[in-house]
């Protein structure tokens, strides 16, 4: 009686077994796959540098026979050969300089900017070392103070270079155009060009030759932005309105009122020109820095034609998607690759499609502990899903993805949340988040390839940072996005 009993319960206990296992596979199956990282898709190799260069990068430039030129804030200019090859090559092409933050090349020179002038150099001996420096043009001034940084872009499609200048202290302007972009002219001459610059940190143009360049934080900044540089304009700063004095050709505008909303101002001020993206204080950096193109055409992923955007502070870079609406740039940025080892200032598109990025973290300090860094950063060729572009449409925004979405979690109001907040634009340092008010998702219209979600919102405001958090949409394998967030500026409707 017993042996007939227990064999009948071992077998139930064996059945239950089964039974568990295959519950278990089912639900492990039916688990959805882990979420992916940043690496997965865009690798950070640290790109190796002599013990003698003491390397605090400000500035990038690819020379015509595959170098890579490195300026570096201690005043040298180091070329790199065999990068492909990953065991770089350096020589110190030139030293004695004052904090370059801007390199060019053209027609046999390397055209540098210092703190008190353009220069240009080249070497004429061949033995791969400058010997011949020429001053292009020193029209602006220099005191001494520690912050009137001069940094410079590539050249324009007019030949010139442009010039944005730190106030002195980042506050004042004691000595000519500095709170200016300036151009210098192929012949050296420098034109003032855009009054209202307060601490820049990088410039450059995007796909259709526009100039942009960053700004950082504090007076008439109540947060970090990328801005639109055009002849005339005043971009948020009056500090350098005495050198209008100086520059007769352009007309003087109307002073900001501190404590305002740059909203109201730009209707006040027509020839005030709004930032073309905001970035979000803390949230985005605290440091903006370097301004780069994807023109890679494929190259470095699907973000082709959009900008790069360093941040020293967090040590990152951050991407950002522009459109014009009437005549007015603006756009949304989002968080892009985190994790430099020092803090990201300078970058630079190489021939083949990667990206490198420099940095320094002196001065202010960064969340990436070097003193110094020359990193590689490339595309493992897989896609991520990622909001690629976040437009403004008629009554809302239209979000497009890297992939197709799941058209359930895509079509469901409840998968977003967005809301409109801004900053003070007032003469005291930085700001606090201030009229910050929700934005009801009323409907969200996927299309039907799954690559674009239509959303219908209420309480959209000119002139006010709208935060969109797509964190309950899917993608059509079941990801759910590298990263949900993207923030938009608004500065016009669109009709």
């Known amino acids: 009686m017993v042996r007939r009993m227990v064999r009948p319960m071992v077998q139930s206990m064996l059945a239950g077994l089964c039974l568990g296992i295959a519950w278990a596979t089912v639900a492990t199956a039916a688990e959805p796959p882990a979420k992916p990282q940043e690496k997965d898709f865009y690798a950070i190799d640290a790109v190796e540098i002599p013990a003698e260069a003491h390397l605090e990068v400000g500035a990038l430039e690819w020379i015509p026979d595959g170098r890579l030129a490195v300026a570096s804030r201690r005043g040298e200019v180091w070329m790199v050969s065999d990068l492909a090859a990953g065991k770089p090559r350096w020589q110190r092409f030139a030293h004695g300089l004052h904090e370059v933050l801007g390199l060019a090349w053209r027609d046999g020179w390397l055209y540098v900017t210092q703190r008190p002038e353009v220069s240009r150099l080249r070497d004429t001996s061949g033995d791969g070392v400058a010997d011949d420096y020429e001053t292009v043009s020193d029209g602006w001034g ?3 103070d520690y912050h009137e ?31 200016w972009a300036v151009r210098v002219a192929p012949d050296g001459r420098m034109i003032p060009t855009t009054s ?5 940190g990088g410039s450059g143009f995007d796909g259709d030759g526009n100039v942009l360049y960053t700004d950082n934080q504090g007076p008439w900044n109540g947060a970090c932005s990328l801005k639109h540089l055009v002849p005339g304009d005043f971009v948020g700063h009056p500090g350098g309105f005495k050198w209008y004095e100086l520059a007769p050709d352009l007309e003087k505008p109307e002073e900001p009122k501190s404590g305002s909303r740059w909203a109201a101002e730009v209707q006040r001020i027509p020839r005030l020109r709004p930032p073309a993206v905001v970035l979000p204080y803390d949230t985005m950096g ?21 900008m790069f955007v360093t941040d020293q502070s967090h040590s990152i870079v951050m991407r950002c998607f522009l459109e014009t609406i009437d005549g007015v740039m603006q756009g949304a940025c989002l968080k892009f690759r985190e ?10 598109f190489a021939p083949d499609g990667s990206l490198y990025v420099g940095g ?8 990436g502990a070097g003193d110094f860094a020359l990193e590689h950063l490339t595309w493992t060729g897989k896609t991520p899903f990622e909001i690629l572009a976040m437009r403004a449409v008629p009554g809302g925004f239209e979000l497009e993805f890297t992939e197709p979405v799941d058209p359930q ?20 340092y930085g700001s606090p988040v201030v009229d910050e008010e929700p934005c009801v998702v009323e409907k969200a ?11 219908t919102l209420g309480n959209l405001r000119e002139g006010v940072i709208h935060e969109l958090k797509a964190a309950g949409i899917r993608s059509a394998a079941g990801l759910p996005l590298l990263h949900d967030t993207g923030w938009y500026t608004l500065n016009r409707l669109a009709k």
Do not use: H, M
């Open 360 to 367: 320094t973290n002196r001065g202010w300090g960064s969340r």
């Open 286 to 306: 605290k440091s903006a820095g370097g301004v780069a193109c994807d023109t890679t055409a494929g190259k470095f992923g699907p973000f082709a034609g959009q």
């Open 445 to 455: 219209e996927p299309t039907a390839d799954g690559r674009r979600v239509r959303l």
């Open 196 to 200: 209202g610059v307060r601490s820049p």
């Open 339 to 348: 994790g430099f080892r020092s803090g990201s200032l300078a970058l630079q």
């Open 409 to 428: 979690t895509a079509a469901n109001p409840a998968s977003y949340v967005a809301k409109g907040f801004t900053y003070i634009y007032q003469s005291s």
């Open 142 to 144: 220099v005191s001494g």
């Open 149 to 179: 940084y001069a940094f410079g872009s590539k050249f324009d499609r007019d030949g010139n270079l442009w010039i944005v200048l730190c106030l002195t202290g980042s506050f004042d302007s004691k000595v000519p155009f500095r709170g």
